[in-house]
T-cell receptor
Framework: AQKITQTQPGMFVQEKEAVTLDCTYD???????LFWYKQPSSGEMIFLIY??????QNATEGRYSLNFQKARKSANLVISASQLGDSAMYFC????????????FGQGTRLTINP | DVKVTQSSRYLVKRTGEKVFLECVQD?????MFWYRQDPGLGLRLIYF???????EKGDIPEGYSVSREKKERFSLILESASTNQTSMYLC???????????????FGPGTRLTVL
């Protein structure tokens, strides 16, 4: 069965520092997708970044990048130059192959940016 | 922009009541999903639907049912609400294309349900 593990329940970072949020996954399927979502206190899940299992390059979206290490089965999110507005819950998720496109989520990491 | 709306942000119900949570998306997505979110457990899939009138059980379907009579609307039903169903409920939708992030799931704002 597919599984996502986020080992950091909470992280505290100074504003403008870079931060890495850890995510490891387990699957026997050679084709999969990895997603990161942000959930501010308002509750809505906001899509941040996607990495496909066959992608050769690490995904980047503005200040967000994904450190994809396939052999280690890790997909860490890196946020550069953190801002106060980055304070939120962050979820890593994996999509199963097949038509239903279900996502399996990790437990989440609560990131707090200190001024 | 993709828009997924949910009928209520906050809901308080009594044990034994029948509860309807409504979700509407405006992007003509084929797939729709219902999750519940609890602290320390992340999001867990309750039910999903990949077409009108089609439904599939997720990981925790017990105590829930769903209805999808129209493509844009996916309803979650608690037949007889219990206190252990107090949770945050999130609806999502995605298109059926596969292979890249165009099939990203887009989420509604969530409904925080309290069952007394």
């Amino acid at each position: 069965a597919q599984k996502i593990t986020q080992t950091q329940p909470g992280m505290f970072v100074q504003e403008k520092e870079a931060v890495t949020l850890d995510c490891t996954y387990d699957t026997s399927d050679p084709s999969y997708g990895l997603f990161w979502y942000k959930q501010p206190s308002s509750g809505e899940m906001i899509f941040l970044i996607y990495q496909g299992s066959y992608d050769q390059q690490n995904a980047t979206e503005g200040r967000y990048s994904l450190n994809f290490q396939k052999a280690r089965k890790s997909a860490n999110l890196v946020i550069s130059a953190s801002q106060l507005g980055d304070s939120a819950m962050y979820f890593c998720a994996m999509r199963e192959s097949g038509g239903a496109q279900k996502l399996v989520f990790g437990q989440g990491t609560r990131l707090t940016i200190n001024p | 922009d993709v828009k997924v709306t949910q009928s209520s942000r906050y809901l308080v119900k009594r044990t034994g009541e029948k509860v309807f949570l409504e979700c509407v998306q405006d992007m003509d997505h084929e797939n729709m999903f219902w999750y519940r979110q609890d602290p320390g457990l992340g999001l867990r899939l309750i039910y999903f639907s990949y077409d009108v009138k089609m439904k599939e059980k997720g990981d925790i379907p017990e105590g829930y049912s769903v209805s999808r009579e129209k493509k844009e609307r996916f309803s979650l039903i608690l037949e007889s609400a219990s206190t252990n169903q107090t949770s945050m409920y999130l609806c999502a939708s995605s298109s059926r294309t596969s292979g890249d992030h165009t099939d990203t799931q887009y989420f509604g704002p969530g409904t925080r349900l309290t069952v007394l």
